[in-house]
């Protein structure tokens, strides 16, 4: 499903691509629509492959955008600034206004005559224009919304690598810098020295912007990789690598895991449909390696082969199911652990609850002013969001258990958890093995895959046309 605000960026788009004499759908094709802007405004089309560069492709961006709305006399800073953050309402705006209509390219020199001072040198110009996308980027990326990109495979096949997707900033409220100076559209380490992107020494207390609403369980949720504030890294909160998984359980809930199936308060969660995992695949020891063709049509990974006659491998339900119909093919099921078995790996990573990434729970997760009683058999569970995420310091002494020096029995937290679970479950290191997520962790909602490019493509075209532009479920 598409985003209604891109719907309705991309109608404006329609209406000002006509206006321009260019046919309507030539807007609807990422990378290209932005070819025709650039044609339009008349700027050097090599700004094309600027667009490849992460960072710069979002200043790049803004300032097509720029050059393309000046074009149609939209020439004012109050116009320039609103088309840059509001685009779903200021674009279609123009797009179906009729007084509005293409006056001709931005970067002519007729078009500087007409609507600039003319003691602005080009240089000048470039410079306040790189100036103001670089602000307008910023801005965009740290409050509305920001470009990511999938690299690894934990959410798939709800998620696929190479997914080029935006997260919205606004639908949990925007998250203000805890640490305030840092290099523009670097995240926490800068490309090609390797160090530190930011300076730790001035840090923010946490606080968000209002928002449309909450995290809210099956949502696709970025956020940062809470284990990133250990050795060797100890980055601050808003550094940490980012994330994205799906929320499975929300602050006071209880969760478990049975056999692979997800329970919340005693509900079972509905299982994504694209989700993946591992399944055992018994032969009659005739079908040997399964052929390239065969691994791509049906997205089978990670395949092992442990006898002759026995496979296992990573996929989805469907494919699991079509590969039942393959010749020599005589079973195929999850490969699912079973209760009891103890993996240290797995949360809260202590051998009195023998668990297991398929078995696990029951858990509540945390929320803003829950207490819990604290003895041997919580604190596995919640130590870590006391000491850590909530900054105290914790000391257990014998049976005594000390929080900033006094005696304790019990603790009261100041924050919402969340519970994040990768689609591909037997592929994701998540919430099961690191636990909770806090929620200054919390980065943004994931809404729509804009441009997905597939590496492993047998064929020259590497797009992946039905995912471009798709909503993210």
């Known amino acids: 499903m598409i985003s209604p605000l891109l719907i309705l960026i991309l109608a404006g788009y329609w209406k000002l691509f006509e206006k321009a004499g260019r046919p309507g759908w030539e807007a609807l094709i990422p990378v290209y629509q932005l070819y025709i802007m650039l044609k339009l405004s008349q700027r050097p089309l090599w700004l094309l492959l600027l667009l490849a560069i992460p960072g710069i492709n979002f200043i790049i961006s803004v300032g097509i955008l720029i050059d393309f709305i000046k074009s149609f006399g939209k020439v004012g800073i109050g116009q320039i600034t609103m088309s840059v953050l509001l685009p779903f309402v200021f674009i279609p705006k123009w797009g179906f206004d009729k007084s509005t209509r293409y006056v001709g390219p931005s970067a002519s020199e007729n078009f500087r005559e007409k609507y ?53 900033k606004i639908n949990y409220g925007a998250r203000l810098p805890m640490t305030p100076i840092a290099f523009p559209f670097a995240h926490h380490t800068m490309p090609l020295t390797g160090t530190k992107a930011y300076w730790d020494g001035i840090k923010l207390p946490y606080y968000r912007l209002p928002g449309f609403g909450e995290v809210k369980k099956g949502d696709v949720v970025v956020f940062n990789y809470p284990m990133d504030a250990d050795s060797p890294f100890y980055r601050p909160v808003d550094k940490q690598e980012n994330y994205i998984k799906r ?227």
């Open 116 to 168: 600039r001072n003319l003691d602005k040198s080009p240089a000048r110009e470039w410079a306040e224009a790189i100036l103001f996308a670089v602000i307008a980027a910023m801005v965009i990326r740290g409050l509305f919304m920001e470009a990511f990109t999938i690299p690894t495979s934990s959410m798939e096949s709800s998620l696929m690598v190479g997914d080029f997707l935006f997260v919205s």
């Open 247 to 473: 929320c499975q359980g929300s602050p006071g809930d209880t969760l478990k895991l049975e056999y692979g199936q997800v329970y919340v308060n005693n509900q079972p969660m509905p299982t994504p449909p694209n989700a993946e995992m591992e399944y055992l695949v018994h032969t009659d020891g005739l079908a040997g390696i399964f052929s390239p063709g065969t691994l791509y049509d049906l997205h089978l990974e990670d395949v092992q082969q442990y006898t002759r006659a026995d496979f296992t491998v990573n996929t989805t339900v469907l494919s699991a199911e079509k590969l039942k119909s393959y010749p020599h093919i005589k079973t195929v099921k999850p490969d699912i652990k079973l209760r009891g078995v103890y993996d240290p790996e797995v949360f809260p990573h202590d051998a009195h609850f023998r668990w297991n990434e398929d078995n696990l729970g029951p858990i509540i997760i945390p929320r803003k002013g829950w207490t819990v009683k604290l003895d041997s058999m919580t604190m596995p569970f919640y130590r870590r969001a006391i000491e850590v995420y909530e900054n105290n310091k914790v000391q257990v002494k014998g049976n005594s258990i000390l929080i900033n020096g006094s005696r304790a029995n019990s603790y009261t937290f100041k924050m919402d958890y969340y519970w994040m679970m990768g689609d591909n479950r037997h592929n994701s290191e998540d919430s099961r093995f690191w636990g909770f997520v806090p929620e200054d962790h919390i980065v943004g909602k994931a809404v729509f895959v804009w441009m997905s490019w597939d590496t492993n493509a047998p064929s020259w075209c590497k797009i992946r046309w039905d995912r471009v532009l798709r909503g993210i479920n």
